[in-house]
């Protein structure tokens, strides 16, 4: 798994929950920015990983298991927009 992986699983499952990045880390009591694109790498270029806290608070707040936020890591995953 790779930090892209990881990022684009989170932009498939916003999407499979017809929401945005931003709208999803609302939802989940997150700032809004928290999932954005701007901040997956710092200011050195050091990749930004999502912490296992912000996982968990997605997957309470759609009522997901684990298993629902990993199958968006498959090739066949919904692609978020672009």
């Not at 806290?53 to 692609?79: Q, W």
Request: include cysteine.
């Amino acid at each position: 798994m790779t930090h892209n992986d990881i990022w684009r699983a989170i932009d498939s499952f916003a999407y499979s929950h017809k929401m945005s990045c931003s709208g999803l880390a609302k939802r989940s009591g997150l700032d809004p920015t928290t999932f954005n694109k701007s901040k997956r790498w710092s200011k050195y270029g050091q990749p930004r990983w999502p912490s296992t806290n912000s996982i968990a608070k997605i997957l309470e707040a759609t009522r997901s298991s684990i298993y629902d936020f990993v199958k968006c890591f498959s090739p066949d995953a919904v692609p978020p927009k672009q």
